[in-house]
DNA sequence: AAATACCGCTAACACGTGTTAGTTGATTAT
DNA sequence: ATAATCAACTAACACGTGTTAGCGGTATTT
């Protein structure tokens, strides 16, 4: 009876919320099945439920582990004493950080975000919601110090958070570009495109 | 026996199709279920299968309806005479046109194709694929003629094309802009990150 | 009016799903 | 060494899925 591999440090349910993400990523969350993920952990299905909950608890992990960290990271930005437009591209490299390197969970939060379950489904688009009016706050501060075009703030908002997500057609990409050089390119272009020249 | 409604040159199909996409949109392809769909469109669940052949055939339908129009686009645009940055801005107002007017067809096609079979899968790919590779020559010209920033042109129409997917976002925003202002914000943000200054 | 094609219905199938119960071997603590 | 906890297994269930067969009524054509 082989037991799931784990380094130390990472627990089972680690490992299995890991798998997941990958799994979800690739086939979304609904076709997704229990058999699936139990084969890509080596185990049968019914044993990971020595883990976890249940399947909607997996999503609820990935989903708000990482709206956690882009909350957190918003408070941290906003507190800095810096230009707007700086506080811009700092959340606009962070985002694009996250999603070149932490690529599977964001993406499944990302997308796969309409299926969890009420009382969780709320509090995630509330949490997106407050999320993107932050954002918005920060653009139309610059807009008024005249740093930023005059546009429609919500509207920016839902532009660099949409490109970003662009980055999943980059890590399918077989010529890929090095992750440096897309993240310059992508602060080239859309902060570019929101500073008033 | 109630049949479904249809105005004169709407087939019972096209009904089907229809309200496919939306639910599809709504719910995502593999939990929409047939049960779903038939109650939306006011029949039983067996008695689609007089109008279509299986659920895959609905996905089909709605994604290379979507594919073809951008394709025939791309050959229109392509033929005419006019700078680079002018054609880029072209289809950029017409990708935004489209996910305004045609919201539920153009969302499940970008967002559900991953569910395609296979003969239709490697099919869709591979003109998503070609179409990119059309949309970043016509902005490598636009480089090399100086109209356009020195950028890697791959990681320029992936910011664009997912860009316009944020759209889904005004769509479900309840204090919307109009129409008009989305698409002049849109164009001015994208089409300035771009431009040579 | 008769014939034919159309289109809805009910019933049912085979299958894949998430999940639970109960058990047994492996690991850890006493 | 013994006890206790952990984590794997098999078997099974209840249910939702896409789809087919076959029937009967309704439009449409002749």
Known sequence: MARIKTDKNISRKE??????????????????SMRDLAEAVGVEAASLYNHIKSKTELLHELCFSVANRFLHKMDEVEAENISNIAKIEKLLRFHINEM??????????????????????SNFQNQRRIYRKRFAAVIEAGIRTKEVKKIDAPTAVLIMLHAISGIESWHRSTQKISAAELEENMVTILVGGLTNP
Chains 1, 2 share one sequence.
């Open 15 to 32: 490992v299995i919320v890991s798998k997941a993400a990958t799994l979800f990523r690739e086939k979304g969350f609904k076709a997704a």
């Open 100 to 121: 070149i390197y932490h690529y599977e969970e964001v993406y499944v939060s990302d997308r796969e975000w309409k299926h969890l379950a009420d009382p969780y489904l």
